[in-house]
């Protein structure tokens, strides 16, 4: 990226100067008026290695979350493994309670999805990018806009027949 002389104007200034006290971009006709002090460096591209250190900084950008379906999961593959509840909720160190209320819907925290996941050798977790948009608008691209929450407010809120 070259800069432009600060005596005349020129686009191929690549030098640095003292001319008159100050310090200037020039260029190799208006070097003569002062001091060279120096070139201009050109911006580097970014090394492989930068490379590869941005893409380990995304990677660790990306966060665990449970499936959502992870409830009829949870369920088909204790049956196939002919595990009741309480067999299960033993094998992951959890009350019982906790393993029926999965399997009815509730989504637990990454952890215990884990254990559930060592305990029954089935994927009940991915990685996500926080920054994805989950949601997207009615007409297929971005976000949800405010006209498509009133879009759906109104259909709500519309009486059935």
């Given at each position: 990226?070259?800069?432009?002389c600060?005596?005349?104007?020129?686009?191929?200034?690549h030098?640095k100067?003292?001319?008159?006290?100050?310090?200037a971009?020039v260029?190799?006709?208006?070097?003569?008026?002062?001091?060279?002090?120096?070139?201009?460096?050109?911006?580097?591209?970014?090394?492989?290695?930068?490379?590869?250190?941005?893409?380990?900084?995304?990677?660790?950008?990306?966060?665990?979350?449970?499936?959502?379906?992870?409830g009829?999961?949870?369920?088909?593959k204790?049956?196939?493994?002919g595990?009741?509840?309480?067999d299960?909720?033993?094998?992951?160190?959890?009350?019982?309670?906790?393993?029926?209320?999965?399997?009815?819907?509730?989504?637990?925290s990454?952890?215990?999805?884990?254990?559930?996941?060592?305990?029954?050798?089935?994927?009940?977790?991915?990685?996500?990018?926080p920054?994805e948009?989950?949601?997207?608008s009615?007409r297929?691209?971005?976000?949800?806009?405010?006209g498509?929450?009133?879009?759906?407010?109104?259909?709500?809120?519309r009486?059935?027949?």
């Open positions: 990226m070259q800069q432009g600060d005596i005349c104007g020129r686009s191929d200034a030098l100067a003292k001319v008159a006290g100050m310090d971009v260029c190799d006709r208006c070097a003569n008026l002062g001091v060279v002090t120096g070139e201009i460096e050109e911006p580097k591209k970014p090394s492989e290695a930068k490379r590869i250190e941005q893409k380990k900084a995304e990677i660790v950008q990306r966060v665990t979350e449970v499936v959502e379906d992870i009829a999961k949870v369920h088909k204790r049956e196939e493994l595990l009741t509840q309480e299960l909720a033993k094998r992951i160190s959890e009350h019982e309670s906790m393993v029926k209320r999965i399997e009815h819907g509730f989504i637990p990454p952890d215990i999805a884990k254990k559930l996941e060592h305990a029954l050798q089935i994927r009940l977790t991915e990685l996500v990018n920054n948009q989950e949601y997207t009615g297929g691209a971005g976000a949800l806009t405010l498509d929450i009133m879009t759906i407010k109104k259909r709500s809120d009486p059935s027949k």
